[in-house]
């Protein structure tokens, strides 16, 4: 795999949960979500269709078994994967476990409200959490 540069944004608004073959999956910062964005781990890649044919099926693999782990663990209602890159151009695919009552329900996440950072212990243990919950992806 080679090394990319994870766009800044990203970075700051994230943090780092695993790598899987092709991308780094990481928690978003928005506590009242079970929000996790996964980056193909290429440089200069925008869209899905600049990915190889064999990439595109990867990513679809790891967003739909990720998905499929976040929504059994958190007992979703629904399960949105969305690629916008409206403010960050960079490849990165949300995967987002909704449940109805939610803060933004039945709407979009975005622009919804205020973010809701996670304290130090409520990050580490959802961490954990994740790490385990994704292990068996690798």
Same mark, same amino acid.
């Given at each position: 795999?080679?090394?990319?540069? +994870?766009?800044?944004?990203?970075?700051?608004?994230?943090?780092?949960?695993?790598?899987?073959?092709?991308?780094?999956?990481? +928690?978003?910062?928005?506590?009242?979500?079970? /929000?996790?964005?996964?980056?193909?781990?290429?440089?200069?890649?925008?869209?899905?269709?600049?990915?190889?044919?064999?990439?595109?099926?990867?990513?679809?693999?790891?967003? &739909?078994?990720?998905?499929? $782990?976040?929504? #059994?663990?958190?007992?979703?209602?629904?399960?949105? +994967? #969305? &690629?916008?890159?409206?403010?960050?151009?960079?490849?990165?695919?949300?995967?987002?476990? $909704?449940?109805?009552?939610?803060?933004? /329900?039945?709407?979009?996440?975005?622009?919804?409200? &205020?973010?809701?950072?996670?304290?130090?212990?409520?990050?580490?243990?959802?961490? #954990? &959490?994740?790490?385990?919950? +994704?292990?068996?992806?690798?």
């Amino acid at each position: 795999m080679t090394d990319f540069t +994870l766009h800044p944004r990203l970075a700051a608004d994230s943090h780092y949960v695993a790598d899987l073959p092709l991308c780094q999956v990481r +928690l978003n910062g928005d506590a009242r979500y079970s /929000w996790l964005v996964l980056i193909p781990r290429r440089d200069d890649i925008r869209e899905v269709y600049e990915l190889s044919a064999d990439d595109q099926a990867t990513l679809w693999q790891e967003a &739909t078994e990720v998905g499929r $782990r976040l929504m #059994a663990h958190h007992d979703g209602d629904k399960l949105n +994967l #969305a &690629t916008l890159g409206n403010q960050v151009a960079q490849l990165h695919l949300h995967v987002i476990v $909704r449940h109805q009552g939610d803060a933004a /329900w039945p709407g979009p996440v975005w622009g919804h409200g &205020t973010p809701q950072p996670y304290d130090d212990m409520m990050l580490d243990t959802h961490l #954990a &959490t994740l790490r385990n919950l +994704l292990a068996p992806c690798k």
